[in-house]
Protein backbone atom coordinates (compact mmCIF):
# COMPACT_ATOMS: atom_id res chain seq x y z
CA UNK A 1 0.00 0.00 0.00
CA UNK A 2 0.78 3.68 -0.59
CA UNK A 3 3.16 5.30 2.67
CA UNK A 4 4.30 8.34 2.95
CA UNK A 5 6.71 9.00 5.93
CA UNK A 6 7.66 12.05 7.29
CA UNK A 7 10.87 12.79 9.10
CA UNK A 8 12.89 15.40 10.53
CA UNK A 9 10.74 17.19 12.71
CA UNK A 10 12.02 18.38 16.46
CA UNK A 11 12.25 21.58 18.59
CA UNK A 12 14.31 24.30 17.88
CA UNK A 13 15.05 27.75 18.80
CA UNK A 14 13.93 30.29 16.98
CA UNK A 15 16.11 31.23 13.99
CA UNK A 16 17.58 28.03 13.42
CA UNK A 17 16.33 25.44 11.03
CA UNK A 18 15.29 21.70 10.11
CA UNK A 19 15.25 19.72 7.49
CA UNK A 20 12.28 17.32 6.69
CA UNK A 21 12.29 14.55 4.64
CA UNK A 22 8.87 12.33 3.67
CA UNK A 23 9.82 9.25 2.06
CA UNK A 24 7.05 7.23 -0.30
CA UNK A 25 6.55 3.76 -0.90
CA UNK A 26 4.03 1.48 -2.69
CA UNK A 27 3.58 4.77 -5.55
CA UNK A 28 5.09 5.89 -8.81
CA UNK A 29 6.50 8.72 -6.90
CA UNK A 30 7.80 10.51 -10.42
CA UNK A 31 4.42 10.97 -11.54
CA UNK A 32 2.90 12.62 -8.47
CA UNK A 33 3.65 16.47 -7.16
CA UNK A 34 4.64 16.69 -3.70
CA UNK A 35 3.68 19.23 -1.02
CA UNK A 36 4.06 20.58 2.39
CA UNK A 37 0.90 21.27 4.31
CA UNK A 38 1.18 22.39 8.14
CA UNK A 39 -1.44 22.18 10.85
CA UNK A 40 -1.28 24.11 14.45
CA UNK A 41 -3.48 23.52 16.61
CA UNK A 42 -6.54 24.96 16.73
CA UNK A 43 -6.02 25.86 12.69
CA UNK A 44 -7.18 24.41 9.54
CA UNK A 45 -4.60 22.79 7.64
CA UNK A 46 -2.72 25.28 5.25
CA UNK A 47 -0.05 24.78 2.07
CA UNK A 48 3.56 25.68 3.04
CA UNK A 49 5.51 24.39 -0.41
CA UNK A 50 4.55 22.63 -3.72
CA UNK A 51 6.85 21.04 -6.25
CA UNK A 52 6.07 19.24 -9.95
CA UNK A 53 6.80 16.20 -10.75
CA UNK A 54 10.22 16.57 -12.14
CA UNK A 55 11.06 19.12 -9.63
CA UNK A 56 11.31 21.85 -12.40
CA UNK A 57 8.57 23.71 -10.63
CA UNK A 58 8.29 24.73 -7.30
CA UNK A 59 5.42 27.30 -5.52
CA UNK A 60 5.39 28.47 -1.53
CA UNK A 61 2.92 30.49 0.30
CA UNK A 62 3.90 33.81 0.98
CA UNK A 63 4.97 33.39 4.94
CA UNK A 64 7.69 31.08 4.13
CA UNK A 65 8.64 32.67 1.12
CA UNK A 66 12.71 33.16 0.93
CA UNK A 67 13.50 31.03 4.30
CA UNK A 68 12.00 27.65 3.47
CA UNK A 69 13.32 25.40 0.06
CA UNK A 70 11.07 22.32 -1.02
CA UNK A 71 12.91 19.66 -3.35
CA UNK A 72 13.14 16.24 -4.36
CA UNK A 73 15.19 13.45 -5.14
CA UNK A 74 12.88 10.89 -7.53
CA UNK A 75 15.59 8.62 -7.31
CA UNK A 76 14.88 8.36 -3.78
CA UNK A 77 11.29 8.52 -3.69
CA UNK A 78 11.91 11.43 -1.72
CA UNK A 79 10.38 15.23 -1.08
CA UNK A 80 12.58 17.70 1.64
CA UNK A 81 11.92 20.69 2.54
CA UNK A 82 14.90 22.76 4.23
CA UNK A 83 13.36 25.49 6.76
CA UNK A 84 15.63 28.20 7.84
CA UNK A 85 15.02 31.31 10.28
CA UNK A 86 12.00 29.92 12.02
CA UNK A 87 9.75 31.73 13.73
CA UNK A 88 7.56 30.57 16.59
CA UNK A 89 4.61 30.57 14.41
CA UNK A 90 6.23 28.20 12.24
CA UNK A 91 5.20 25.58 14.96
CA UNK A 92 3.02 23.28 13.50
CA UNK A 93 2.60 19.25 12.50
CA UNK A 94 4.34 19.22 9.05
CA UNK A 95 2.57 16.94 6.43
CA UNK A 96 3.98 15.91 3.25
CA UNK A 97 0.86 15.12 0.75
CA UNK A 98 1.14 13.42 -3.36
CA UNK A 99 -1.15 14.33 -6.10
CA UNK A 100 -1.56 12.65 -8.89
CA UNK A 101 -0.85 15.52 -11.74
CA UNK A 102 2.19 17.19 -12.96
CA UNK A 103 1.62 20.71 -11.15
CA UNK A 104 1.21 21.16 -7.15
CA UNK A 105 -2.00 22.71 -5.84
CA UNK A 106 -2.12 25.09 -2.94
CA UNK A 107 -5.61 23.11 -2.27
CA UNK A 108 -5.22 20.46 0.53
CA UNK A 109 -8.25 18.91 -1.08
CA UNK A 110 -6.25 18.12 -4.33
CA UNK A 111 -3.85 15.32 -2.75
CA UNK A 112 -4.94 12.18 -2.56
CA UNK A 113 -2.32 10.79 -0.03
CA UNK A 114 -1.01 11.88 3.25
CA UNK A 115 1.59 11.11 6.08
CA UNK A 116 1.10 10.73 9.55
CA UNK A 117 3.06 13.97 10.13
CA UNK A 118 5.87 15.33 11.97
CA UNK A 119 6.34 18.21 14.88
CA UNK A 120 8.44 21.31 14.58
CA UNK A 121 8.02 23.55 17.57
CA UNK A 122 9.90 26.42 17.27
CA UNK A 123 10.52 28.37 20.91
CA UNK A 124 11.63 32.02 21.65
Known amino acids: QVQLVESGGGSVQAGGSLRLSCASS????????MAWFRQAPGKEREFVAG????????VYADSVKGRFTISRDNAKNTVYLQMNSLSPEDTAVYYC?????????????????WGQGTQVTVSS
Open 51 to 58: ISRNGGTT
Open 97 to 113: GARYTTYASTAKEDYVY
Open 26 to 33: GLTFSVFA
